[in-house]
């Protein structure tokens, strides 16, 4: 029986630059994503916060994809706002600027009625929040948790002690090396398991994603695309598409964490075909099936 995904993280306007364009206020941020990308597969609880300046159409999309708000707080002042640029082949991005605002102040409180959830996405956001937001949950629940190298860089303890307590952490290929001190990912990926999560998938853009856990390692390869628009996202779409897989199935054992690892992966080739979690929210279900059938192509011999 699907169950509902609990999302937190940021809600954020972001300003992208890529070769081709330059866009501003775009509908970005970690959570936006994951509950986007979620949405199609499970019900989503979403926890944020949002400013007075946040576009009401933003708001009317997300309910529209039956994104539930009662956990968005709405307080005085800016929205989160992040920027950056891309290297032409996309093969990087630096960030110009992250403004906190509305973030500065934020105390995430849980529902009650979110509370018994028993599938937990914490999304890119400070890791001190990440663990008020464990504290409040009741019950056990399958948490899995997504991080970024400024809070390796500036939050080591937290970060550390979040990492602990969760069950599936989710980084990429360069923060797993930085995070571990260690120079490959597979030792990488085995050093974060010592430090308590039990599975550890670790995303390599368009080279796939790799699942560690105590079985043999899977691979999820990323879809070949001619043409990428903006990869803003394209890490928190294939953690929501993943997410919200495995809360439909109502289980997250290793047979639907990898399911959900390769329809994450579809979610993110859609994501990467446009700006913002607004154009992902126009994906449909039969394209994201064909988009799963050619990614196992990928891998079969038959
Ligand atoms: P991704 O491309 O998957 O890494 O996600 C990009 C999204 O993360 C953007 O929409 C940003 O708004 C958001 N983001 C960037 N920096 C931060 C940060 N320091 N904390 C939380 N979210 C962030």
């Not at 609880?45 to 933003?58: A, K, M």
């Not at 307080?75 to 973030?103: I, N, P």
Request: aromatic share 8%; glycine share 8%; proline share 4%.
């Amino acid at each position: 029986m699907s169950e509902k995904l609990l999302v937190v993280g940021s809600i954020a306007l972001d300003d992208l630059q890529t070769s081709k364009e330059k866009r501003k206020d775009v509908l970005g941020g970690a959570a936006t994503y994951i509950s986007v990308a979620a949405s199609r597969f499970c019900p989503v609880n979403l926890v944020g916060v949002i400013g007075d300046d946040f576009p009401e159409e933003h708001v009317d999309l997300l309910e529209s994809r039956k994104v539930d708000l009662a956990g968005v707080e709405k307080a005085k002042g800016k929205t989160f706002r992040w920027s950056g640029v891309y290297a032409d082949d996309f093969s990087s991005r630096e960030t110009l600027d992250t403004q906190l605002g509305v973030f500065e102040t934020f105390s995430p409180k849980i529902p009650e009625a979110y509370r018994k959830n028993r599938f937990v996405m914490l999304g890119n956001i400070h890791p001190g929040l990440q663990l008020k937001v464990l504290e409040e949950l009741l019950g056990s629940a399958f948490v899995a948790a997504d991080t970024m190298n400024l809070w390796i860089d500036t939050t080591p303890a937290e970060l550390n002690e979040l990492i602990s307590k969760v069950d599936l952490l989710v980084l990429n290929d360069e923060e797993s090396v930085q995070l571990t001190g260690e120079q490959s990912v597979i030792r990488a990926a085995a050093a974060i398991r010592e430090m308590g999560p039990k599975m550890v998938v670790v995303k390599r853009g368009e080279h796939g994603a790799w699942l560690f856990s105590d079985v043999e390692p899977f691979f999820a390869p990323a879809l070949p695309l001619e043409q990428i628009v903006d990869p803003t996202g394209a890490g928190d779409s294939f953690a929501g598409g993943m997410m919200g897989y495995i809360a439909s199935q109502g289980i997250a054992d290793i047979d639907a964490i990898k399911k959900g690892m390769i329809y994450g992966a579809a979610v993110a080739s859609h994501a990467v075909e446009g700006f913002g979690a607004d154009y992902l929210a126009g994906f449909r279900m039969s394209d994201i099936e064909k988009r799963v059938d050619r990614l196992q192509r990928l891998v079969s011999l038959n």
